[in-house]
């Protein structure tokens, strides 16, 4: 099992850039992917990327390729979603999330993944 820490959210403006972090520990040498996924309000849980652990290939969700990235650093056992030009639309819980199922990340599904962090708020305002 592993444990996972999200921080980085806050309140910015529209069209800004913010940098999402997520602090993994516990038994990370049985992770094989991790990913971002957030929840605005009243919607359901929307995948956004995920990333290898080990390889570090990487999937994302049609809706934020180009605006979205996500990046890790093994050293400090962190995961990071890089977002810019933020929206209105993008206000929303983000959370980090991991899995130990096996296959490549480009398969994901939001289903797979079996620990969460708590998440963190993203609020976007013009």
């Known amino acids: 099992q592993v444990h996972l820490v999200e921080s980085g959210g806050g309140l910015v403006q529209v069209g800004d850039s913010l940098r999402l972090s997520c602090v993994v520990s516990g038994r990370t040498f049985e992770m094989t992917n991790m990913g971002w996924l957030r929840q605005a309000p009243g919607k359901d849980r929307e995948f956004l990327a995920a990333?290898?652990?080990?390889?570090?290939?990487?999937h994302y969700a049609d809706s934020t390729k180009g605006r979205f990235t996500i990046s890790r650093d093994n050293a400090r056992n962190t995961v990071y979603l890089q977002m810019e030009n933020l929206k209105s639309e993008d206000t929303a819980v983000y959370y980090c999330a991991a899995t130990t199922s096996p296959g490549p990340v480009q398969l994901v599904l939001p289903g797979d993944f079996e620990s969460w962090g708590r998440g963190t708020q993203v609020t976007a305002a013009s």
């Open positions: 990333i290898a652990w080990k390889g570090g290939n990487t």
